[in-house]
């Protein structure tokens, strides 16, 4: 099955400063990485993801960038705000034998803490 | 549109009883997804269903964990005889089709075991 590693898991930077948090995976069948963002006391939100076809996406501050060689991916925050303070986790599918993809495995999860 | 909807948003329950906890997904949404989330830890995928069927069920923690769809909407997660060991958020999610897509959340249900 899917193995996902996250790192680190926690983070601390100062207000405009860039964040990267990064996520290696183990089944190479896997071809679709989201990233959630979960605020405290709320619910995970889907924030960017991206399929093996395209090594990187990006939406405003917000950039996804995969090396499926490498079996990686890492999110990359720009010019951080408080507002980004949250808990972020990465996510693969898992292709089971020849039943198709019926699991998903999410990272432990990053607290992010971007200090004014 | 509404959303995911999960109910009931809280429960206690002593040691031994069964719990039931029921989620809606937004209409439409063929996949349905259930997780659990202990406080401050990642998120433990449970169990998948398209459509009414579950592929795979070996993501449920112990044989006291069953879950059910029915009409392609409404799922429900029983959990027999709880122990003070599943008290967690249970977080339902759905997608339009499948699991290559976004997932939308519910706002959970938060169980504690006495």
């Known amino acids: 099955g899917e193995n996902v590693e996250q790192h680190p898991s926690t983070l601390s930077v100062q207000e405009g400063d860039s964040a990267v948090i990064k996520c290696t995976y183990s089944d190479s069948a896997s071809n679709y990485f989201p990233w959630y963002k979960q605020e405290l006391g709320k619910r995970p939100q889907l924030i960017i993801d991206i399929r093996s076809n395209v090594g990187e996406k990006k939406d405003q501050r917000i950039a996804v960038t995969l090396n499926k060689t490498a079996k990686h991916f890492s999110l990359h925050i720009t010019e951080t705000q408080p507002e980004d303070s949250a808990v972020y986790f990465c996510a693969a599918p898992s292709w089971v034998n020849s039943g198709g993809y019926q699991k998903v495995t999410f990272g432990i999860g990053t607290k992010l803490q971007v200090i004014p | 549109g509404a959303g995911v909807s999960q109910s009931p948003s809280n429960k206690v329950t002593e040691k031994g009883k069964d719990v039931e906890l029921r989620c809606d997904p937004i209409?439409?949404?063929?996949?349905l997804y259930w997780y659990r989330q202990s406080l401050g830890q990642g998120l433990e995928f449970l169990i998948y269903f398209q459509g009414n069927s579950a592929p795979d069920k070996s993501g449920l923690p112990s044989d006291r964990f069953s879950a059910e769809r029915t009409g392609g909407s409404v799922s429900t997660l029983t959990i027999q005889r709880t122990q003070q060991e599943d008290s967690a958020v249970y977080l339902c999610?759905?997608?339009?089709?499948?699991?290559?897509?976004?997932?939308?959340f519910g706002p959970g249900t938060r169980l504690l075991v006495l």
């Open positions: 209409s439409g949404h063929t996949a």
């Open positions: 999610a759905s997608s339009l089709i499948g699991l290559l897509e976004t997932q939308y």
